[in-house]
């Protein structure tokens, strides 16, 4: 449900409901009743949660698993390491996945 991935990815981003709210500009009440599916965020607001998280709309609303990261304003060769960071990453997990059967 949108409250558990919410929390979730707050969680993961080492935030406590009162950081979270005050980078949203709500109250830490309105997180709370997020994460415990009392309400549900606005539509305005879904776009601020995937923005802040790197995720996208579909993946809050668990229509889509993808997520993204920012990379406007690096260069070619910024972008490229970061890629390759990735795929040294995925890598290293696969061959730690593979270990373990």
């Known amino acids: ?7 979730t990815l707050r969680l993961s981003h080492n935030l406590n409901q009162v950081q979270l709210a005050k980078s949203l500009n709500v109250s ?3 997180i709370s009743n997020w994460e415990n599916n009392n309400i549900l965020p606005s539509i305005d607001m879904l776009i601020k949660l995937s923005d802040f ?9 668990e229509l889509d698993n993808r997520k993204f990261i920012e990379i406007t304003g690096l260069t070619d060769t910024q972008l490229a390491h970061i ?19």
């Open 1 to 7: 449900m949108l409250g558990d991935i919410i929390k």
């Open 28 to 30: 830490k009440q309105t």
């Open 53 to 61: 998280f790197s995720v996208t709309t579909d993946y809050l609303l």
């Open 83 to 101: 890629q390759q960071i990735i795929k040294d990453i995925t890598a290293a997990s696969d061959k730690k996945g593979s270990n373990l059967s």
